[in-house]
């Protein structure tokens, strides 16, 4: 019976490592997966941008909850991800960039950057992961402590905080290189404000393989989407991807293969209703084995509160990052009710500088004399054309505050400050997936051919419309918007008081800013080896055990059968040669 039932013994021992060990790979998540600004980008502007809104509640629930008033919102079985763009790419250009979050790092002692970082399409959003063993290389570690560690200080930028999760921080997973990080599932949480230490430990397991046990034994998996040493994860994305294009008929995001991403549409009405149906499962996936060998890392997390106030009020007075970036935000803040006054007076400043232009010569209504051009095109120009990146001009026009009253510097306009903000200003609105001229232009076009114009008359109203209008109201309207914002700069600056921009600088740090030190709390390996409790040898040795206990029998009771039975064959063979 023992013998059938297979059964094994474990040995665990700790080992010292006879070479360095290889560090893991780290994976990094923000749990924040759309980046306002790089939404407002992609959809041509914050008007568009609030269009999407319902579609990106309706499609990435915050933390698996429908807010109420998107609930009952229906997805268009023609709605896209915008002008040549699928899920992926819609996903991948919204989200964090690495150099957005990652604003410090050291491994060993040694500084690191995102070139040390892989991007990687995970179950949780766009990610980067450290160490990835691209190339075959792995970092290997010299000793055990934090100093020897991979240490980040990561930027949450919580202000351009969209969906879908309704927690402010990061996501963490230790994995091996070879592994599909799971980090929806096994993540470890990493919040802003503190200063976070993952200690690890390493443990390799060796299982028996069939009969024994049903672990995979042969490395060199035989997945149809993974290529390398084969994994549990692995098995698993590939499992949950071949069931939603069956299902389907689509992928999501994460999953590999050929087949098509997921419309919006068929997100919402199917994709979501049959993974639920999916996880309901008791074992969706039966054929995903654990592998016979593998590594795993136990991770000990403990944190502190970051930052001190001593080392918040160092970069305080060194007026550099972040304390620049909070001054401005909080600025931001306190002129908002201003801002929102600025922007009534400029609408007003481009009705009034259109009417002017059309006055002093321009006279584009000699074509159109129609009030509802003037109203179509008023329209273009308030609500589209300026607009849009009306907040990110008043943002870095704050930005210099303390610049200008660290370093002295003058802000009058076509000075260098003037100059630098208008470039960054021009940058961003030219970025615009949906240019501003462009979408004008398309706009006008529309209107023109309904009124049957010729093509000759629509393309010299086109060019008026660029040359004479959409030029002039740009610059004047920047000119005039930069001034606003600097007065209201320099009464906002002048309200705060002796000390209290040290107070704002930590509380934007602990807004914003996590610490994360990962590193070998001990370089002994943990090993835990299957055995076989019960060989072919101890079934035969038990089996002679058994005989000589019942019947007092031994081997040499068996050879003195044996050779009995051979004497007596051989006498009775003489005995009938002699009787011849």
């Known amino acids: 019976m023992s013998f059938a039932e297979r059964p094994i013994n474990v040995n665990i021992k700790i080992e010292e490592p006879e070479t360095r060990p290889e560090f893991p790979a780290v994976t990094i998540c923000n749990n924040n997966m759309f980046l306002y600004d790089n939404l407002v980008r992609l959809t041509g502007g914050v008007s568009m941008f609030t269009a999407l809104f319902p579609y990106l509640y309706t499609l990435f629930s915050v933390d698996g909850e429908k807010i109420a008033n998107f609930t009952s919102f229906l997805i268009p079985e023609d709605a896209d991800y915008g002008a040549g763009q699928n899920q992926f790419t819609f996903i991948d250009e919204s989200a964090h960039s690495l150099e957005d979050m990652l604003r410090s790092c050291s491994f060993g002692g040694l500084p690191c950057g995102p070139e040390n970082f892989t991007k990687v399409i995970t179950n949780y959003g766009i990610c980067y992961t450290f160490n990835a063993g691209k190339e075959d290389y792995a970092h290997k570690v010299r000793n055990a402590g934090q100093q020897y560690g991979l240490q980040l200080l990561l930027f949450v930028n919580e202000r351009q905080y969209v969906a879908p999760r309704s927690n402010v921080g990061f996501r963490l997973m230790v994995h091996g290189q070879d592994e599909i990080p799971n980090v929806a599932s096994y993540g470890l949480s990493l919040s802003p404000g503190t200063a976070s230490t993952i200690g690890l430990k390493t443990t390799q397991i060796s299982n028996l393989g069939s009969p024994h046990g049903n672990c995979v034994e042969n490395v060199e998996n035989n997945l149809k989407y993974f290529d390398g040493a084969y994994s549990l994860s692995k098995c698993w994305v590939e499992c949950?991807?071949?069931?939603?294009?069956?299902?389907?008929?689509?992928?999501?995001?994460?999953?590999?293969?050929?087949?098509?991403?997921?419309?919006?549409?068929?997100?919402?009405?199917?994709?979501?209703?049959?993974?639920?149906?999916?996880?309901?499962?008791?074992?969706?996936?039966?054929?995903?084995?654990?592998?016979?060998?593998?590594?795993?890392?136990?991770?000990?997390?403990?944190?502190?509160?970051?930052?001190?106030?001593?080392?918040?009020?160092?970069?305080?007075?060194?007026?550099?990052?972040?304390?620049?970036?909070?001054?401005?935000?909080?600025?931001?803040?306190?002129?908002?009710?201003?801002?929102?006054?600025?922007?009534?007076?400029?609408?007003?400043?481009?009705?009034?500088?259109?009417?002017?232009?059309?006055?002093?010569?321009?006279?584009?209504?000699?074509?159109?004399?129609?009030?509802?051009?003037?109203?179509?095109?008023?329209?273009?120009?308030?609500?589209?054309?300026?607009?849009?990146?009306?907040?990110?001009?008043?943002?870095?026009?704050?930005?210099?505050?303390?610049?200008?009253?660290?370093?002295?510097?003058?802000?009058?306009?076509?000075?260098?400050?003037?100059?630098?903000?208008?470039?960054?200003?021009?940058?961003?609105?030219?970025?615009?997936?949906?240019?501003?001229?462009?979408?004008?232009?398309?706009?006008?076009?529309?209107?023109?051919?309904?009124?049957?114009?010729?093509?000759?008359?629509?393309?010299?109203?086109?060019?008026?419309?660029?040359?004479?209008?959409?030029?002039?109201?740009?610059?004047?309207?920047?000119?005039?918007?930069?001034?606003?914002?600097?007065?209201?700069?320099?009464?906002?600056?002048?309200?705060?008081?002796?000390?209290?921009?040290?107070?704002?600088?930590?509380?934007?740090?602990?807004?914003?800013?996590?610490?994360?030190?990962?590193?070998?709390?001990?370089?002994?390996?943990?090993?835990?080896?299957?055995?076989?409790?019960?060989?072919?040898?101890?079934?035969?040795?038990?089996?002679?055990?058994?005989?000589?206990?019942?019947?007092?029998?031994?081997?040499?009771?068996?050879?003195?059968?044996?050779?009995?039975?051979?004497?007596?064959?051989?006498?009775?063979?003489?005995?009938?040669?002699?009787?011849?």
């Open 240 to 580: 949950e991807t071949d069931y939603a294009v069956e299902q389907c008929g689509c992928r999501y995001y994460y999953m590999p293969g050929n087949a098509a991403y997921c419309s919006p549409y068929m997100l919402q009405n199917c994709y979501f209703g049959k993974m639920n149906e999916f996880a309901l499962k008791a074992d969706p996936c039966k054929h995903c084995e654990e592998p016979c060998v593998q590594t795993n890392y136990g991770t000990k997390l403990s944190y502190s509160s970051y930052p001190s106030t001593i080392y918040s009020d160092l970069l305080a007075y060194s007026v550099s990052w972040p304390c620049d970036e909070a001054l401005a935000y909080h600025l931001m803040d306190l002129s908002s009710k201003e801002a929102l006054v600025i922007f009534d007076n400029i609408q007003e400043f481009i009705i009034e500088r259109y009417y002017a232009i059309e006055a002093n010569g321009q006279n584009i209504s000699v074509f159109l004399p129609s009030p509802e051009f003037h109203s179509i095109m008023l329209n273009a120009l308030v609500n589209r054309l300026f607009a849009d990146s009306f907040e990110n001009l008043h943002f870095y026009a704050l930005l210099r505050t303390l610049a200008l009253l660290n370093g002295n510097k003058n802000d009058d306009v076509n000075s260098s400050v003037y100059n630098e903000t208008k470039d960054m200003f021009t940058a961003i609105y030219t970025n615009l997936s949906a240019d501003p001229w462009s979408d004008l232009n398309a706009t006008m076009r529309g209107v023109f051919v309904t009124w049957n114009l010729t093509s000759d008359v629509i393309e010299h109203l086109i060019d008026s419309l660029f040359q004479e209008y959409y030029v002039p109201l740009f610059e004047e309207v920047f000119v005039y918007s930069y001034g606003k914002t600097a007065e209201i700069r320099d009464n906002k600056t002048a309200e705060i008081r002796d000390g209290e921009t040290n107070a704002i600088c930590k509380k934007y740090m602990q807004e914003n800013l996590s610490k994360v030190t990962v590193y070998f709390e001990d370089l002994k390996v943990n090993t835990i080896v299957q055995q076989p409790g019960y060989h072919s040898f101890n079934l035969v040795c038990d089996i002679g055990g058994s005989l000589g206990l019942f019947f007092g029998a031994s081997m040499v009771t068996f050879l003195e059968i044996i050779d009995f039975f051979i004497v007596q064959f051989w006498m009775k063979k003489l005995s009938k040669r002699e009787n011849k």
